[in-house]
């Protein structure tokens, strides 16, 4: 059997850029089901976003660390890893 249902609508702003509340509360009520998924993929992406600006908050500080480190001490010579 095959439900007979209508597909929710996302309201449509008016001319000042707000939403009609009462449109936007019936297409939640409507497509309550899509909401749950849509919020979980958000959150992944912020968590996403939020471990790429950790990486690169980290690696800028290693790096301007290495290039303080140089500026005092000089560039890290070609044997320096080497054992006498």
Known sequence: MRENR??????????RGKVNERK??????????????????ITQSRIAVDDLVNAMERATIERVSQLSAEQVAGPPSRDAGRRR
């Open 24 to 41: 936007l509360a019936l297409f939640l009520r409507q497509s309550s089901n899509q909401i749950l998924p849509m919020v979980e993929l």
């Open 6 to 15: 209508r597909e929710a609508k996302l309201p449509q702003p008016d001319n």
